[in-house]
């Protein structure tokens, strides 16, 4: 029941920027950390950032300095700002969320997925 739908992937020229939206829907409640995860051809799924309840966030070091991640408790929504793109961000961008009764018992819900090319 519970959906978690990305939006604002696309193609864009390298230095340029894109921002990834997901939007959580259904019988969602307490949700705790949220992130987005990449996935490029021949690659196995890597965390791009995270950031929890209380707005602390975490960065991969690829993409340090040149991503934001944000949320909106109240719209159970997460965003990923991404400046200065590079060809090597190309990938498949999921977002999750972690949910359920207690930090101790969370299940996490994953997005479908949202194509993001950086090609000239």
């Known amino acids: 029941q519970v959906q978690l739908v990305e939006s604002g992937g696309g193609l864009v020229q390298p230095g340029g920027s894109l921002k990834l939206s997901c939007a959580a829907s259904?019988?969602?409640?307490?949700?705790?950390?949220m992130g987005w995860y990449r996935q490029a051809p021949g690659k196995e799924r890597e965390l791009v950032a995270t950031?929890?309840?209380?707005?602390?966030?975490n960065y991969a070091d690829a993409v340090k300095g040149r991503f934001t991640i944000s949320r909106d408790n109240a719209k159970k929504s997460v965003y990923l700002q991404m400046n200065g793109l590079k060809p090597e961000d190309t990938a498949v961008y999921y977002c999750?969320?972690?949910?359920?009764?207690?930090?101790?018992?969370?299940?996490?819900?994953w997005g479908q997925g949202t194509q993001v090319t950086v090609s000239s």
């Open positions: 999750k969320c972690n949910s359920g009764r207690s930090l101790y018992s969370y299940t996490p819900y």
């Open positions: 259904g019988n969602i409640f307490n949700i705790y950390a």
């Open positions: 950031i929890s309840s209380g707005g602390n966030t």
